[in-house]
T-cell receptor, first 116, second 114 residues
């Protein structure tokens, strides 16, 4: 089925470890984003991309890296995990506003990350 | 900058009754889009309803409708005939015409009592 695929669904890391959260979409969406969800704070934007080779920082980028070498994939890298990065992470994608203004974003199922 | 504010952390409604969730937003752009997303315990993000700012008519999707007050920058969600399956976290979000970002409010937990 077409959609956004996130892996893994759950992960426990030790402080200082690094890891990559994977995100792939098969809808040929130009825009892709990573959000983190924390209680009482909604979803906050970490990084986003408007197309292959183009990324930019969101509201809470520190401690995270992204790259977008293909239209389909947008991995999120935690460089040195900290307990403050314990959260639920969502990847989302959408068409550009020129192609579809109103459909909004399609979300992956989320990754629950715990850093101990 | 875009901001979205949901001032109700929690709301409760009796089954079959009507409930309204509040949302206010701020943007400097003249054209934008507003959304309500539902997040049940499964964590899935489900688009409930959307509103284009240039349309004066309020959007409606079955039991869900919005009250869009552009001058007041208010975008409330009304759920009629509430059902147990409506219990979830609800997020209000905005996206500008030239924006690449979907900006969210803090969310409102809706509890439905039987």
């Amino acid at each position: 089925n077409a959609g956004v695929t996130q892996t893994p669904k759950f992960q426990v890391l030790k402080t200082g470890q690094s890891m990559t959260l994977q995100c792939a979409q098969d809808m040929n969406h130009e825009y892709m984003s990573w959000y983190r969800q924390d209680p009482g704070m909604g979803l906050r934007l970490i990084h986003y991309s408007v197309g292959a080779g183009i990324t930019d920082q969101g509201e809470v980028p520190n401690g995270y890296n992204v790259s977008r070498s293909t239209t389909e994939d947008f991995p999120l890298r935690l460089l040195s995990a900290a307990p403050s990065q314990t959260s639920v992470y969502f990847c989302a994608s959408s068409y550009s506003m020129n192609r579809d203004r109103v459909r909004g974003y399609t979300f992956g199922s989320g990754t629950r990350l715990t850093v101990v | 900058a875009q901001t979205v504010t949901q001032s109700q952390p929690e709301m409760s409604v009796q089954e079959a009754e009507t409930v309204t969730l509040s949302c206010t937003y701020d943007t400097s752009e003249s054209d934008y889009y507003l959304f309500w997303y539902k997040q049940p315990p499964s964590r899935q993000m489900i688009l409930v309803i959307r509103q284009e700012a240039y349309k004066q008519q309020n959007a409606t999707e079955n039991r869900f409708s919005v009250n869009f007050q552009k001058a007041a920058k208010s975008f409330s969600l009304k759920i009629s005939d509430s059902q147990l399956g409506d219990a979830a976290m609800y997020f209000c979000a905005s996206r500008t015409e030239y924006g690449n970002k979907l900006v969210f409010g803090a969310g409102t937990i809706l509890r439905v009592k039987s």
